[in-house]
């Protein structure tokens, strides 16, 4: 879905990604996937340029949910170190907390950038109509309309969380 990054929006899009997990039978994703896609459209809002136009992608594929925001500015977001007391900053370190992985990368046209976060999705939730289901201009992988068969992942920054490290969620 194509938006502003404003912040009336933002809400709106977080009750939609809720509602299409609610759709999917992903209930125990809503949470950590309403909260991290609210933290990236809030970097969007803050500090995208020109605009804060934005697509966000949400994928569906077997045991993975994938949900990107696309913006129009090639400035990859930098994590910062926050100060326990900070009210600002801590967007990409909760995206961090709450996915499976999370990772961003400029558009290989130099047109923007996608920043974009896994869930994963619990096996008695996994899909069994569809190997994978898109919502989101008929897009099926992430995170920037990748061929299915691209053998490495997208350039860029990508984080894994350990296995051991996993929390019981689903940046």
Not at 31 to 39: G, N, R, Y
Not at 92 to 100: C, D, E, T
Request: aromatic share 4%; charged share 20%; with cysteine.
């Amino acid at each position: 879905m194509e938006l502003q990054a404003l912040p009336s929006r933002i809400g709106q899009v977080r009750r939609i990604v809720s509602a299409q997990l609610r759709y999917w039978h992903l209930d125990p994703l809503i949470d950590p996937a309403a909260l991290a896609v609210t933290e990236l459209l809030t970097n969007v809002h803050r500090h995208a340029e020109p605009d804060k136009q934005c697509t966000v992608e949400i994928v569906l594929m077997m045991d993975r949910l994938t949900v990107s925001v696309r913006d129009q500015d090639p400035r990859l977001p930098r994590v910062r170190e926050c100060d326990l007391l900070a009210t600002h900053g801590r967007g990409l370190a909760l995206v961090a907390a709450v996915s499976q992985s999370w990772g961003m990368h400029a558009r290989d046209d130099g047109s923007g950038k996608v920043v974009w976060f896994t869930l994963a999705v619990p096996q008695a939730a996994a899909p069994a109509k569809s190997p994978f289901a898109t919502h989101g201009a008929g897009r099926t992988a992430p995170p920037d309309r990748a061929d299915l068969t691209r053998p490495a992942p997208p350039a860029g920054v990508v984080r894994e969380r350990a296995p051991a490290a996993r929390s019981a969620v689903h940046h």
